[in-house]
């Protein structure tokens, strides 16, 4: 089973603090997506990548960086935490040339 | 603009009822289409996906719709049991674009 994890399920930061959410996959994906998830808005995409060293701009970069440096890491940057990255934020990742995504469980980031 | 802290539509239906789950999506040149199911504290789940060049696939009590013409996505749901309680999302692509994924329905089954 493909399996996606995230370094943490809760988190609680202060603002302005740098914040990094670490996702890991163990099947070997190239494709890796990072989302946050706010109720009745869905999941919108901040950042994706294709390949290591690899990023690109989803729908709603502002506020987040990332880094790709191995093929089964990607990492999302909070680079000064405001109270309205409040939310919870899911990596995915798939093959390449596949277009279904597999998810990871979430981690819901407080900004006090 | 979007709105903050909107409600999400919800379908109830009593336990072993079938479940329709709709979905309108935006982009008429996309080829592939997804429903995911999210429970409670988890990751969004795959169920089943579907390519614009069919207009129905089953699979285990869940069966996708797609009407092209009108560009809409249906999820039934054979027999609803309690464990089908989530929140449904569609989602929609073409070629290696990222997936646009729509707001979801909050699924409720009545014992």
């Given at each position: 089973?493909?399996k996606?994890?995230?370094?943490?399920?809760?988190?609680?930061?202060?603002?302005g603090?740098?914040?990094?959410?670490?996702?890991?996959?163990?099947?070997?994906?190239?494709?890796?997506?990072?989302?946050?998830?706010?109720?009745?808005?869905g999941?919108?995409?901040i950042?994706?990548?294709?390949?290591?060293?690899?990023?690109?701009?989803?729908?709603?970069p502002?506020?987040?960086?990332?880094?790709?440096?191995?093929?089964?890491?990607?990492?999302?940057?909070?680079?000064?935490?405001?109270?309205?990255?409040?939310s919870?934020?899911?990596?995915?990742?798939?093959?390449?040339g596949?277009?279904?995504?597999?998810?990871?469980?979430?981690?819901?980031?407080?900004?006090? | 603009?979007?709105?903050?802290?909107?409600?999400?539509?919800?379908?109830?239906?009593?336990?072993?009822?079938?479940?329709?789950?709709?979905?309108?999506?935006?982009?008429?040149?996309?080829?592939?289409?997804?429903?995911?199911?999210?429970?409670?504290?988890?990751?969004?789940?795959?169920?089943?996906?579907?390519?614009?060049?069919?207009?129905?696939?089953?699979?285990?009590?869940?069966?996708v719709l797609?009407?092209?013409?009108?560009?809409h996505?249906?999820?039934?749901?054979?027999?609803?049991?309690?464990?089908?309680?989530?929140?449904?999302f569609c989602?929609?692509?073409?070629?290696?674009?990222?997936?646009?994924?729509g707001?979801?329905?909050?699924?409720?089954?009545?014992?």
């Amino acid at each position: 089973d493909v399996k996606v994890t995230q370094s943490s399920r809760y988190l609680v930061k202060r603002t302005g603090e740098k914040v990094f959410l670490e996702c890991v996959q163990d099947m070997d994906h190239e494709n890796m997506f990072w989302y946050r998830q706010d109720p009745g808005l869905g999941l919108r995409l901040i950042y994706f990548s294709y390949d290591v060293k690899m990023k690109e701009k989803g729908d709603i970069p502002e506020g987040y960086s990332v880094s790709r440096e191995k093929k089964e890491r990607f990492s999302l940057i909070l680079e000064s935490a405001s109270t309205n990255q409040t939310s919870m934020y899911l990596c995915a990742s798939s093959p390449l040339g596949t277009r279904g995504q597999f998810f990871g469980p979430g981690t819901r980031l407080t900004v006090l | 603009g979007e709105s903050v802290g909107l409600h999400l539509p919800t379908l109830s239906v009593q336990e072993g009822d079938n479940s329709i789950i709709n979905c309108a999506y935006s982009n008429s040149a996309s080829d592939y289409f997804i429903w995911y199911k999210q429970e409670s504290g988890k990751g969004p789940q795959f169920i089943i996906d579907i390519r614009s060049n069919m207009d129905k696939r089953q699979g285990q009590r869940v069966t996708v719709l797609l009407n092209k013409t009108v560009k809409h996505l249906s999820l039934q749901i054979a027999a609803t049991q309690p464990g089908d309680s989530a929140v449904y999302f569609c989602a929609e692509n073409k070629g290696n674009t990222p997936l646009v994924f729509g707001k979801g329905t909050r699924l409720s089954v009545i014992a």
